[in-house]
């Protein structure tokens, strides 16, 4: 049997089983580094207060740096008797430095090691999922230039409601993700602040100097609160609350393109780079890519769940369930990467517009119907009015099995003396994209200078 680090207050052994239920290294040695860096902090922090003296501070360091190299050579692998990352990483330092490694815990706890370990992580996280998202808001803003005079049909209800530019659809997605990056940005905030020295939970006797340590360590801030310091996990909550919002961003995008890509649609056309085939039906080209983020985000929304459920009944301070933390944020974190990365290379190189389909598709439908009301409201007519002359018009074109484009010039003046020939270009669907000219509104006049924000947007830090 396996002597714990503890193990001195106890009678008997830990039951294996338990042991291994117990124990979080085999998810929590994704801390390593971190909690490599954090331990080399609290080390020049107790050299620098004199709690240990210089020498023993350096070699504390060096040899925590050792354990670094030969994590990084595959060297170091604990298994489940080390428990979790902190006793794994201190157990090796003994055995490399011998007994100063046993000064490293002075004026600490794992308590505010594995909340420094996991802050110092998700930050680290956070900014490249950051750089994620600005990779697909470019090709998002690559697409829309290319595209500010392809027409797509806009929908409400899923019905065809006015048409659009299909680049102002795209930059619908860009306005989403910059509110993701920008909620990252204000998460990385707190989740930037050092717990590091509230200890187990009430501070420490010896004279230690936190604000020393967090300056090492790049953090903004230190917990006011030794107490709140070892048991927030806002930070986390928070951070999961942002990851899932960026979830629903992918996942809407996901159902509009596995809609598109449909016989039904026919907006779009997958590439092989980026789809599978069936293994039965051989004509089978499956939007895989897409499917899976929306199947994916089920994930993140279950972990935040898990961590608001896990939190609520916790008395202060440490509980074990914090432990339940981790496994939460990696997955979340490994799936917001990866989904970003999958939906910026479908984007980029798997994705088809067919402009010619979308240029038909904007003409064979009765989208263009506000327009006509908003030329009669134009010339004077009240708008109420109007719309229920078109709603008539509609009724009747759709009994007659014609479009408003059908309609001649003379049944256009039996309907209202106010319509003129012009009414055929107010009615066509360049014109009516073209008209939306409002301030945000998909006209491409308005159109060039989105682009031009979002470019300047993608550039702000
Ligand atoms: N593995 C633990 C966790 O992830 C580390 C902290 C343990 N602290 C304790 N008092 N048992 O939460």
Same mark, same amino acid.
């Given at each position: 049997?396996?002597?714990?680090?503890?193990?001195?207050?106890?009678?008997?052994?830990?039951?294996?089983? =338990?042991?291994?239920?117990?124990?979080?290294?085999?998810?929590?040695?994704?801390?390593?580094?971190?909690?490599?860096?954090?331990? !080399?902090?609290?080390?020049?922090?107790?050299?620098?207060?004199?709690?240990?003296?210089?020498?023993?501070?350096?070699?504390?360091?060096?040899?925590?740096?050792?354990?670094?190299?030969?994590?990084?050579?595959?060297?170091?692998?604990?298994?489940?008797? $080390?428990?979790?990352?902190?006793?794994?990483?201190?157990?090796?330092?003994?055995?490399?430095?011998?007994?100063?490694?046993?000064?490293?815990?002075?004026?600490?706890?794992?308590?505010?090691?594995?909340?420094?370990?996991?802050?110092?992580?998700?930050?680290?996280? =956070?900014?490249?999922?950051?750089?994620?998202?600005?990779?697909?808001?470019?090709?998002?803003?690559?697409?829309?230039?290319?595209? &500010?005079?392809?027409?797509?049909? %806009?929908?409400?209800?899923?019905?065809?409601?006015?048409?659009?530019?299909?680049?102002?659809?795209?930059?619908?997605?860009?306005?989403?993700?910059?509110?993701?990056?920008?909620?990252?940005?204000?998460?990385?905030?707190?989740?930037?602040?050092?717990?590091?020295?509230?200890?187990?939970?009430?501070?420490?006797?010896?004279? =230690?100097?936190?604000?020393?340590?967090?300056?090492?360590?790049?953090?903004?801030?230190?917990?006011?609160?030794?107490?709140?310091?070892?048991?927030?996990?806002?930070?986390?909550?928070?951070?999961?609350?942002?990851?899932?919002?960026?979830? /629903?961003?992918?996942?809407?995008?996901?159902?509009?393109? &596995?809609?598109?890509?449909?016989?039904?649609?026919?907006?779009?056309?997958?590439?092989?780079?980026?789809?599978?085939?069936?293994?039965?039906?051989? !004509?089978?080209?499956?939007?895989?890519?897409?499917?899976? /983020?929306? %199947?994916?985000?089920?994930?993140?929304?279950?972990?935040?769940? $898990?961590?608001?459920?896990?939190?609520?009944?916790?008395?202060?301070?440490?509980?074990?369930?914090?432990?339940?933390?981790?496994?939460?944020?990696?997955?979340?974190?490994?799936?917001?990467?990866?989904?970003?990365?999958?939906?910026?290379?479908?984007?980029?190189?798997?994705?088809?517009? +067919?402009?010619?389909?979308? $240029?038909?598709? /904007?003409?064979?439908?009765?989208?263009?119907?506000?327009?006509?009301?908003?030329?009669?409201?134009?010339?004077?007519?009240?708008? +109420?009015?109007?719309?229920?002359?078109? %709603?008539?018009? /509609?009724?009747?074109? =759709?009994?007659?099995?014609?479009?408003?484009?059908?309609?001649?010039?003379?049944?256009?003046?039996?309907?209202?003396?106010?319509?003129?020939?012009?009414?055929?270009? $107010?009615?066509?669907?360049?014109?009516?994209?073209?008209?939306?000219?409002?301030?945000?509104?998909?006209?491409?006049?308005?159109?060039?200078?989105?682009?031009?924000?979002?470019?300047?947007?993608?550039?702000?830090?």
């Amino acid at each position: 049997t396996q002597q714990q680090t503890w193990s001195q207050r106890f009678e008997s052994a830990l039951h294996p089983a =338990i042991a291994r239920f117990n124990a979080s290294i085999n998810f929590d040695i994704q801390l390593i580094e971190y909690d490599i860096t954090g331990s !080399q902090a609290h080390a020049k922090m107790l050299a620098h207060t004199g709690i240990i003296s210089t020498e023993e501070g350096e070699k504390l360091v060096s040899g925590l740096e050792k354990i670094r190299q030969e994590y990084r050579q595959g060297d170091f692998n604990p298994g489940v008797d $080390a428990e979790d990352v902190h006793f794994a990483v201190e157990k090796r330092l003994t055995e490399i430095l011998g007994d100063v490694a046993k000064k490293l815990h002075t004026a600490r706890s794992r308590n505010d090691q594995v909340g420094t370990d996991t802050r110092l992580y998700l930050r680290d996280q =956070i900014q490249q999922i950051r750089h994620l998202i600005r990779d697909f808001q470019g090709v998002l803003v690559e697409i829309a230039e290319e595209n &500010i005079e392809t027409l797509i049909p %806009g929908y409400t209800h899923l019905q065809r409601a006015q048409p659009l530019s299909l680049a102002h659809h795209l930059l619908a997605y860009f306005q989403m993700t910059q509110r993701d990056w920008e909620r990252l940005g204000d998460v990385l905030r707190r989740v930037n602040i050092s717990p590091l020295g509230c200890g187990a939970l009430a501070g420490t006797t010896f004279p =230690i100097d936190r604000h020393y340590s967090a300056k090492l360590l790049d953090f903004d801030a230190v917990y006011e609160n030794s107490l709140d310091g070892v048991s927030d996990r806002d930070f986390a909550i928070e951070f999961l609350a942002a990851a899932s919002l960026i979830m /629903v961003h992918l996942s809407r995008l996901s159902e509009e393109v &596995i809609f598109w890509a449909s016989e039904e649609f026919r907006f779009v056309i997958l590439k092989d780079s980026c789809a599978t085939g069936s293994s039965i039906m051989p !004509q089978k080209k499956n939007p895989d890519v897409p499917e899976l /983020v929306r %199947g994916k985000t089920g994930r993140v929304f279950g972990h935040l769940q $898990a961590l608001l459920v896990m939190m609520k009944g916790l008395p202060l301070a440490y509980n074990k369930d914090l432990q339940e933390d981790k496994e939460a944020l990696f997955d979340s974190v490994n799936t917001v990467k990866a989904c970003l990365e999958a939906m910026t290379i479908l984007l980029h190189e798997g994705l088809e517009f +067919r402009t010619q389909r979308l $240029a038909e598709a /904007v003409c064979e439908d009765f989208s263009n119907a506000t327009d006509v009301a908003d030329y009669l409201a134009a010339k004077g007519i009240p708008f +109420r009015e109007a719309y229920n002359l078109v %709603g008539k018009v /509609v009724k009747t074109c =759709i009994a007659s099995k014609k479009l408003l484009k059908d309609l001649s010039l003379d049944e256009w003046k039996q309907l209202h003396t106010a319509f003129e020939a012009d009414i055929y270009e $107010a009615i066509s669907p360049r014109q009516v994209v073209a008209a939306r000219n409002s301030y945000g509104g998909t006209g491409f006049a308005q159109i060039s200078k989105a682009l031009t924000r979002a470019r300047s947007q993608m550039t702000t830090h």
